[in-house]
């Protein structure tokens, strides 16, 4: 077998998923308000929560692009479906650049299995999430005393791990941060569990407080000094590209929502397919994600190459992604009428599920500015004018 069959057979697989026992999963977890174990645990025993980590780690070691192909059909599921497989297909990148072989055996092999769960921990409450990071460590021989707050922290209820942003006391800037692997049965964690978000229901949400929490000085990945650079650079660049399809993928699933109402709603004698104003809506979002989906890989094919401009051009997708998702998602809620506001139809959850993703990984807002900050970069003096290149 070629590796395109291989390849179209997986991703036969993933949608027969999404389209079958997902569905029954979504309507599990808007009931329920909860993601139970035996859901990670089936995404786990089909291997989607390690089709892009290397063959030498238990994954399938599918390559990013093709990777995302598969990221935008799980994407159609539900949103916490989504959060999971984004979450666990990633983390592992963000620390294998910095663990040593002991730290691969113990934290990066067993997130990959499924063995243990790791929750990424930068976002704190009284500031951005980057150098201005306040929680601190004191060093006393081997061990890190670790205080400070954290927010937002994605699965920070249920992991067995924080992979953990901080700083040495006393430091400012870059200089000094460090990437923990903190336990979460550790001695002065404290755990607030705030889940009850708007849209992605079920994804556990927690708010953390840490006092003098102790951490092995040995959980540490990479020296003092790089702890942002296991955050944002190991991890950033790949996962914007993630979320980025990720809403391409929720907006097809919006668009599909759409077409079959439209199809079946007669108003005054005809189907709303043939009311000229809900064509137009629908050839629109056809083509808005048409758009944002080629831009999306061309940022993946990019990053896979290692060229320079891959993180501008991940911010670039991420912000066309979530513009075009806010236009679709509205668009699709405008053809359901006024029943599309009711919980009984499925494009209710999905119009709130695509509001995070204007938040997830930054704001068009911090995406604009990294845009802008590296096309400043790339500006070259020429007689006196500046010319991109």
Not at 25 to 34: D, F, V, Y
Not at 299 to 311: L, Q, V
Not at 346 to 374: C, H, L, M, P, S
Request: glycine share 10%; with cysteine.
């Amino acid at each position: 077998m070629t590796d395109e069959q291989q390849f179209h057979e997986l991703r036969t697989q993933v949608e027969q998923w999404v389209e079958g026992p997902g569905e029954r999963w979504a309507e599990h977890i808007e009931e329920t308000g909860q993601v139970p174990e035996e859901l990670w645990a089936e995404l786990n025993g089909l291997g989607f929560l390690r089709i892009a980590a290397p063959e030498e780690y238990g994954g399938r070691g599918l390559g990013f692009a093709r990777w995302m192909e598969l990221m935008e059909v799980f994407s159609r599921s539900h949103g916490s479906v989504r959060m999971i497989v984004h979450v666990v297909n990633g983390i592992w990148r963000s620390m294998d650049g910095h663990a040593d072989d002991e730290q691969r055996k113990r934290f990066v092999v067993p997130s990959v299995t499924g063995e243990i769960k790791i929750a990424f921990a930068l976002t704190e409450p009284g500031n951005g999430t980057g150098a201005d990071i306040t929680t601190s460590v004191v060093r006393e021989g081997d061990t890190y005393y670790l205080s400070g707050r954290k927010h937002l922290i994605t699965f920070g209820v249920r992991c067995d791990y924080y992979l953990l942003a901080a700083r040495v006391e006393g430091s400012t800037g870059h200089e000094g941060t460090v990437a923990l692997l903190v336990p979460r049965d550790a001695p002065g964690v404290t755990v607030e569990d705030t889940s009850n978000t708007m849209g992605v229901t079920g994804t556990d949400h927690a708010s953390l407080a840490f006092d003098r929490t102790p951490v092995p000085v040995d959980h540490r990945l990479g020296a003092e000094g790089q702890g942002l650079e296991v955050f944002l650079g190991g991890f950033l660049t790949p996962s914007r590209i993630s979320v980025a399809m990720s809403c391409v993928g929720l907006a097809q699933r919006a668009q599909q929502l759409a077409v079959e109402y439209a199809r079946n709603r007669v108003t005054f004698g005809k189907t709303l397919t043939q009311r000229q104003a809900i064509q137009f809506m629908i050839a629109e979002n056809a083509a808005d994600i048409e758009a944002a989906r080629q831009l999306v890989l061309h940022a993946a094919r990019r990053f896979e190459e290692g060229a320079d401009d891959a993180s501008m051009q991940s911010s670039m997708a991420k912000m066309h992604a979530v513009t075009m998702l806010t236009n679709v998602t509205d668009k699709a809620l405008q053809v359901h009428g006024g029943l599309g506001y009711w919980k009984s139809q499925k494009i209710e959850r999905v119009y709130r599920d695509a509001r995070a993703q204007r938040f997830e990984e930054g704001t068009n807002e911090v995406q604009k500015a990294v845009v802008f900050r590296e096309l400043l970069q790339r500006t070259t003096s020429r007689d006196g004018e500046g010319t991109i290149r």
